[in-house]
């Protein structure tokens, strides 16, 4: 089996444009961020080195990287409704001049 990590660029290339605003102006999201990739990196070189883990103490990393994605996930989704709402609404005003 090869292992590759992954990256949130890599799970959703389509959000690195709000990934890139988010990285730089959301500190929440930033922590989330770096949290993820933390996690990533730990059960990356546990499952390359077989490192010998508890099985329990690989799957709680796991559920935490998936908890951690979900909701840097939400935030990726809800900024970019709010983005292209604010788009819609300023292309209705232009019209209606």
Known sequence: MRLEKQTLIKNGPDHQHTIRHLKNNDAHFVELF?????????????????????????????KRRLDIKNELFDIIQKTERTILSEILTRSIKSLQV
């Open 34 to 62: 770096d949290s993820y990739h933390e996690l990533e990196s730990e059960v990356y070189n546990i499952e390359k080195c077989s490192s010998p883990v508890v099985d329990v103490y690989i799957r709680s990393l796991k």
